[in-house]
């Protein structure tokens, strides 16, 4: 079974740039459609804010986002990033990662607490 832990969250201020990765414990699923980044601010409903597709390697982004963040797929123990640059207060939450495949396979991490701040 896949389990997903988020890391790299931290206080920072606005301007500044951050990396958050996504970590896996388990044996990777063979057929997966996409991976993606999502964060929730206090008060707020869960929002995209970037997907890879795993085969293609094709990127969405949500339109807050686009041109700031970079998200990323590498190896099988690490396999998705997100680079975040020029943060903003509004960017501040928790950031969760996604697994999405075939079926009922959809795994989700604890996520990881972004705060941008002066």
Known sequence: QVQLV??????VRPGNSL???CAVSG???????FMGWYRQA???EREMVATISWIY?????A?????????????????MYLQMN??????????????NGPGQLDYWGQGTQVTVSS
Request: aromatic residues 10%; contains cysteine.
């Open 57 to 61: 390697g094709r990127t969405n982004y």
């Open 86 to 99: 020029r943060l903003r207060p509004e960017d501040t939450g928790v950031y969760f990662c996604r697994l």
């Open 6 to 11: 988020e890391s790299g969250g931290a206080l």
């Open 42 to 44: 206090p008060g707020k």
């Open 63 to 79: 339109t807050s986002v686009k041109d700031r963040f970079t998200i990323s797929r590498d190896n099988a123990k690490t396999p």
């Open 27 to 33: 044996m990777l699923p063979a057929d997966i459609y």
């Open 19 to 21: 990396t958050l990765s």
